[in-house]
């Protein structure tokens, strides 16, 4: 039987996550727009190859390669009825990069519709749609969820209703994606750091935080303040930056930020009261190995 406890083990100190997925893919020659998901049922050991990185590069838990593994964002690749084989055979592999040693978070990303009275999507086909999501990756075998990049608060809402009515009492956390702009920290739905932390926290999200967004590693380190004054100490903070701001060339978004220079960020982050730290687009394992070399005895 497994010793893993996910949330003793993060009361322990330094928690390093991993970094980019999709990029990773693509530099494995995956074309840019498939399917990243179906590929843990068509192309497993090209994920598991991806995810063996970051276990190498001193992740402690890596994340199910099922970011788009709702039926809605996979219906957009017309394999919206395949939800729940696809998170379970993410679970799965993610499982084998992972061994008994470290944690697998199962992946759980917006729908990329927008909930009624703003779109079409109904609440409870949203809720039954990440539950749905949720009993794949429970299937096959995650230790905790992490549902991340929301940007509204009523799709934020549902799925963490959804992860704690089928997660089975797996350890739940979540993030929104904020920019800076003139009126603060805001997810591009307009929702603030306060809204954020205490809709998550009344809703029993074990472990609150912020990940992607369009910010400079300075103003991540000043998010990851805002994080943990508005936590108060209720529940821990956790932190996937990306790699800086991204620049547009050629209509790519490119992310410059080196290893060196994210983990010196993460360094502050953490000097910030923020213990659980990994990286959103533009990470590599490089950054990983950076940050997991800098910030673990
Ligand atoms: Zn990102």
Avoid at 55 to 83: E, P, Q
Avoid at 239 to 256: H, I
């Amino acid at each position: 039987m497994t010793e893993r406890n996910l949330k003793a083990r993060i009361q322990k100190g330094v928690f390093v996550l991993d970094g980019a997925m999709g990029t990773q893919l693509i530099a494995r020659g995956v074309e840019p727009g498939r399917c990243n998901d179906w590929l843990n049922v068509e192309l497993p050991n090209m994920v598991l190859d991806v995810h063996k990185a970051y276990v190498d590069a001193g992740s402690d838990a890596i994340i199910t390669n099922t970011f788009g593994a709702n039926r809605y964002a996979l219906g957009r690749h017309a394999c919206g009825d395949k939800a729940f084989e696809i998170n379970k055979a993410g679970a799965q592999v993610a499982r084998k990069a992972a061994g008994q040693g470290r944690y697998v978070l199962g992946d759980v990303g917006p729908t990329g519709d927008f909930l009624e009275p703003l779109g079409m999507l109904k609440r409870d086909q949203v809720r039954e749609a990440f539950a749905e999501q949720v009993k794949g990756l429970r299937e096959g075998g995650v230790d905790g969820l992490i549902i991340e990049t929301m940007t509204a608060i009523e799709e934020l809402e549902v799925a963490i209703e959804a992860a704690k009515s089928a997660g089975g009492g797996l350890p739940v956390l979540a993030s929104m994606s904020f920019d800076k702009g003139g009126a603060g920290f805001r997810t591009m739905m307009g929702v603030d750091v306060a809204t954020a932390i205490s809709r998550m926290i009344a809703l029993g999200v074990d472990i609150v935080g912020f990940n992607c967004g369009t910010c400079t590693l300075d103003e991540y380190v000043e998010l990851a303040k805002a994080y943990v004054a508005a936590a108060q100490g209720k529940v821990p903070v956790f932190a996937e930056p990306n790699a800086g701001k991204p620049e547009l060339l050629d209509g790519q978004a490119v992310y410059k930020v080196t290893p060196e220079e994210f983990a010196a960020a993460c360094g502050k982050i953490r000097d910030a009261g923020v213990h659980i730290l990994g990286g959103c687009c533009g990470s590599t394992p490089g950054h990983i190995r950076a940050v997991s070399r800098s910030l673990k005895p």
